[in-house]
């Protein structure tokens, strides 16, 4: 990351450690830090498309009420898909596509976190995510992302679903693996 960031001048780009392990804590670090008053998280195997945080960034001004927002994420297999790797596995590799136009989340479906963006207030009044949950070393526990978005709906904060706002995941063959399925 320090190497990259230099590589970026004309941008504000700070490096911090994050020393406690796991998802929860580098996500809530990262907000912690940030002076900007939109976040946006992508993972590290995803690619975002060109115009990605312009279209975030477009409809926080379009929608000062919308607290939190998620988009799609199309995944790309790096190797061929095994026959038994079925719909229900979809979540596993980030394939993530609920609706096909702009809509109000209500809790049945919640933004992944490789596409998911929120108002830096949202999380100084209702916190931040729970380091407990999450992917930590080996361990493919999820729920720090659905946690953050069910107190945001409970408050009746708006959370959007942007279908134009893409992520590309990359997924290599070890997620394809029925061993790792069964983690």
């Known amino acids: 990351c320090r190497e990259q960031s230099g590589k970026f001048a004309a941008h504000t780009i700070r490096y911090v450690l994050e020393k406690r392990q796991g998802i929860g804590f580098a996500r ?28 975030i960034v477009s409809f926080y001004e379009q929608h000062p009420d919308a607290m939190s927002t998620g988009g799609r994420i199309i995944p790309k297999y790096l190797t061929p898909v095994p026959a038994w790797f079925g719909k229900y596995f979809w979540g596993l590799v980030g394939n993530y596509e609920p609706y096909d136009k702009i809509c109000r989340m209500t809790g049945a479906r919640y933004p992944s976190g490789a596409n998911m963006h ?4 949202a999380f100084e009044k209702y916190g931040y995510f729970d380091g407990a949950l999450g992917r930590s070393g080996r361990s493919l526990m999820a729920g720090e992302e659905k946690a953050m978005y069910l107190k945001l709906i409970r408050a009746n ?10 992520v590309h995941h990359h997924v290599e063959s070890n997620k394809l693996d029925i061993q790792y399925v069964r983690r």
């Open 118 to 121: 929120f108002r830096k207030t």
């Open 28 to 55: 809530t670090r990262g907000a912690e830090e940030s002076t900007a008053p939109i976040i946006a998280y992508i993972d590290d195997d995803c690619l975002a498309e060109p115009n990605w945080l312009r279209e």
């Open 157 to 166: 904060e708006a959370a959007h679903y942007l279908p134009h706002v893409v």
